[in-house]
T-cell receptor, first 115, second 111 residues
Framework: AQKVTQAQTEISVVEKEDVTLDCVYE???????LFWYKQPPSGELVFLIR??????QNEISGRYSWNFQKSTSSFNFTITASQVVDSAVYFC????????????FGKGTRLHILP | DAGVTQSPTHLIKTRGQQVTLRCSPK?????VSWYQQALGQGPQFIFQ???????QRGNFPDRFSGHQFPNYSSELNVNALLLGDSALYLC??????????FGPGTRLTVT
């Protein structure tokens, strides 16, 4: 069975601090995809990143970076020099290769960036 | 280039009624997936449509049904509404695999 766990329900940090959102996943497949989505108060899910299970290279996009470690089944997301506009709910998600796009989401982490 | 659109934005229904939600995929996309997001939870997969057929289904009762039209747009129907069906319903479209783009959602309230 596939499962995504985001243990941090809610995090608050002061603007300009760095913050890491944790994600642990479970799957029996050797081929799978991992995602992060951002959901601002407007409700629309905004795609941030997709990684496949064969690519463990860390990725950096501006202030965002992702650390994928298969050994610990984790796919953590770090925001550097956080800004108030980063305040949102962030979801980690998993899709198994043989499930044709069915995405399993974690429960999300609500991030508050305090000015 | 219009993204995924959904209608209506908000909807209030009474228990036992039926509801239809609509989704227009992003231009060029041929696959539509529907998700239910209860308050404080992550989205849960309901089903996916491709070539006008249901390709995959999550753990939702038969009260939840759908349809995809030749222009790739889709409808989600829920019969015999329960209070627990109150949620944000998200539609996602894709072409090929795994690049899903989500719409703004329809907020359904059942009273």
């Amino acid at each position: 069975a596939q499962k995504v766990t985001q243990a941090q329900t809610e995090i608050s940090v002061v603007e300009k601090e760095d913050v890491t959102l944790d994600c642990v996943y479970e799957t029996r497949d050797t081929t799978y995809y991992l995602f992060w989505y951002k959901q601002p108060p407007s409700g629309e899910l905004v795609f941030l990143i997709r990684r496949n299970s064969f690519d463990e290279q860390n990725e950096i996009s501006g202030r965002y970076s992702w650390n994928f470690q298969k050994s610990t089944s984790s796919f953590n997301f770090t925001i550097t020099a956080s800004q108030v506009v980063d305040s949102a709910v962030y979801f980690c998600a998993l899709s198994e290769a043989n499930r044709d796009d069915k995405i399993i989401f974690g429960k999300g982490t609500r991030l508050h960036i305090l000015p | 280039d219009a993204g995924v659109t959904q209608s209506p934005t908000h909807l209030i229904k009474t228990r036992g009624q039926q509801v239809t939600l609509r989704c227009s995929p992003k231009s060029g996309h041929d696959t539509v997936s529907w998700y239910q997001q209860a308050l404080g939870q992550g989205p849960q997969f309901i089903f996916q449509y491709y070539e006008e057929e249901e390709r995959q289904r999550g753990n939702f009762p038969d009260r939840f049904s759908g349809h995809q039209f030749p222009n790739y747009s889709s409808e989600l129907n829920v019969n015999a509404l329960l209070l627990g069906d109150s949620a944000l319903y998200l539609c996602a479209s894709s072409l090929g695999i795994r690049e899903q783009y989500f719409g703004p959602g329809t907020r359904l309230t059942v009273t």
